[in-house]
């Protein structure tokens, strides 16, 4: 149980065109999914926390208008990269935070590798 | 705020050496502690966890012990093997005023040679 997947999970893109990253939990109900972003050798850096049905929070330095992020259902949650750029170029997790036993426990997806020519 | 510190990496060892990864802490209160790895090219996978003082996470051959009074939670394996091989990440969830804060170190890359 508590699997989460994430499509597509490699995706090159011209620059300015925009991409759309979808992270699902396929056996649970996710209220809160969280989106990373992780350069080469180093670690995991938190973009937004997601709340189903609401805005989501994004962490200081995170363009709002370029990552935009929608938890319409309680097992789905999207990333758009609007008009990207080669600096975008990333390897971007979501993760979907667990529920009771497992409230405090997070569900990473398996990733998805953005390149932006 | 909080943070999670790591031992830089990578660390390199023969096979059947013994590992140990540091990582301590700083937070406030009783957060959980756990540790990812991460396979060349894939999301991160849980690894072991522990959610109070004195827990003992085991999982495939490697422990952490939740050390409230070091604030230290240190990964530690018998006897590597050449799959052992990945990226572990040490991490704090913290829960906030009803948020739920996760917080990770920056990983330790190890590599094992047969």
């Known amino acids: 149980g508590a699997v989460v997947s994430q499509h597509p999970s490699r995706v090159i893109c011209k620059s300015g065109t925009s991409v759309k990253i979808e992270c699902r939990s396929l056996?649970?109900?996710?209220?809160?999914m969280f989106w990373y972003r992780q350069f080469p050798k180093q670690s995991l850096m938190l973009m937004a926390t997601?709340?189903?049905?609401?805005?989501?929070?994004?962490e200081q330095g995170v363009e709002k208008d370029k990552f935009l992020i929608n938890h319409a259902s309680l097992t789905l949650s999207t990333l758009t990269v609007t008009s990207a750029h080669p600096e975008d170029s990333s390897f971007y997790i979501c993760?979907?935070?667990?529920?009771?036993?497992?409230?405090?426990?997070?569900?990473f997806g398996p990733g998805t590798r953005l390149t932006v020519l | 705020g909080n943070s999670v510190t790591q031992m830089e990496g990578p660390v390199t060892l023969s096979e059947e050496a013994f590992l140990t990864i540091n990582c301590t802490y700083t937070?406030?209160?009783?957060?959980?502690l756990f540790w990812y790895v991460q396979y060349p090219g894939e999301g991160l996978q849980l690894l072991l966890k522990?959610?109070?003082?004195?827990d003992k996470g085991s999982n495939k051959g490697f422990e952490a012990t939740y050390r409230k009074e070091t604030t230290s939670f240190h990964l530690e394996k018998g006897s590597v093997q050449v799959s052992d091989s990945a990226v572990y990440f040490c991490?704090?969830?913290?829960?906030?005023?009803?948020?739920?804060?996760?917080?990770f170190g920056r990983g330790t890359s190890l590599i094992v040679h047969p």
């Open positions: 993760s979907a935070r667990g529920t009771g036993a497992f409230y405090n426990e997070q569900f």
């Open positions: 991490a704090l969830t913290k829960l906030s005023g009803g948020s739920y804060i996760p917080t």
């Open positions: 522990a959610t109070k003082a004195d």
């Open positions: 997601s709340n189903e049905g609401s805005k989501a929070t994004y």
């Open positions: 937070a406030t209160g009783y957060p959980s």
């Open positions: 056996d649970f109900q996710a209220t809160t």
